[in-house]
């Protein structure tokens, strides 16, 4: 009996940590970053690229975005406890790899049909176009939200350790 106690009680802790992790300003960054490839379909800030047969890539990149970005969130709590020394510079580094994955994913779409051409001339139609896209530029797409996700949350886990520490001390 006293070790289920023991086990719920540590779980309603790591929900409460969770918690308050997820407060932080950084922490509500993380997880708006999180589930803005859901509102693509809404106001398509980022637009998906369709193909001329009118598929949408999104119904294959935004769940997939969603749930990676996801993963960094719950990876980097789960892991809160081996937090690096240099979590602000590791945030810039990825802000930065984000910022490349965006402009990369942007020029792709830009230079798309030179690109196609230089790539596959024999066949150069667009029924290839919807598999070149999933495999060449919505990894991109997805990196950009992981790598955004990934810095706000190592902040998220700063401001949180912060945190700790001083409701610990008082």
Same mark, same amino acid.
């Given at each position: 009996m006293? @070790?289920?106690d023991e086990s719920e009680e540590r779980r309603g802790k790591e929900i409460r940590d969770f918690i308050q992790f997820i407060s932080t300003i950084w922490g509500s %960054?993380?997880?708006l970053t999180a589930i803005f490839p859901l509102s693509g379909k809404l106001f398509e800030v980022i637009p998906l690229p369709v /193909? +001329?047969?009118?598929?949408s890539t999104a119904p294959i990149a935004i769940p997939l975005t969603t749930l990676v970005s996801l993963f960094v969130i719950f990876y980097s709590f789960v892991q @809160? /406890?081996?937090v690096i020394i240099n979590q602000t510079r590791r945030?810039?580094? #990825?802000? +930065? %790899?984000g910022f490349v994955s965006l402009a990369i994913f942007f020029m792709l779409d830009q230079f798309w049909y030179p690109l196609r051409v230089w790539l596959c001339p024999e066949r150069c139609d667009s029924t290839t176009d919807y598999r070149m896209w999933l495999v060449m530029l919505i990894p991109f797409y997805i990196a950009f939200f992981a790598c955004v996700t990934c810095a706000f949350t190592m902040l998220a886990l700063v401001e #949180?350790? $912060? $945190?700790?520490t001083a409701a610990e001390g008082a």
């Open positions: 006293e @070790r289920k %960054l993380a997880t /193909d +001329a047969y009118e598929r @809160r /406890d081996n945030a810039k580094i #990825f802000f +930065a %790899l #949180f350790k $912060r $945190r700790s």
